[in-house]
């Protein structure tokens, strides 16, 4: 069992910066992956980044590359997300995810723990 907590969500203008941090319980965070995925309302949760067990493999959306950093810290349990140059679009609850897979997969369903979620939201 894992359990997950995200904190650093808020209120940014656009142009702004967040970072995301997900803290994980236990002593196995480095046998998984992290991913960060978003949802907005009336719309599908979304891959956003993901990163491998020891953090030499990363994955980028297409619409964060260049803006968004993943990255974590197994001595810490922690997985951070680093949003840059953010706009409107980016307004969406953040969640981190953890899975057992090798890399990070880009899809829900493959994540074995989620935490309860962040909320971002870009004023325009």
């Known amino acids: 069992q894992v359990q997950l907590v995200e904190s650093g969500g808020g209120l940014v203008q656009a142009g702004g910066s967040l970072r995301l941090s997900c803290a994980a319980s236990?002593?196995?965070?480095?046998?998984?992956?992290v991913g960060w995925f978003r949802q907005a309302p009336g719309n599908e949760r979304e891959f956003v980044a993901g990163?491998?067990?020891?953090?030499?493999?990363?994955r980028y959306a297409d619409f964060v590359k260049g803006r968004f950093t993943i990255s974590r810290d197994n001595a810490k349990n922690t997985g951070d997300l680093q949003m840059n140059s953010l706009n409107a679009e980016d307004t969406a609850v953040y969640y981190c995810?953890?899975?057992?897979?090798?890399?990070?997969?880009?899809?829900?369903?493959?994540?074995?723990?989620w935490g309860q979620g962040t909320q971002v939201t870009v004023s325009s």
């Open positions: 990163i491998g067990r020891i953090g030499t493999i990363t």
């Open positions: 236990g002593r196995t965070f480095s046998t998984y992956a």
């Open positions: 995810a953890v899975t057992s897979a090798l890399l990070p997969p880009p899809t829900v369903f493959e994540y074995d723990y």
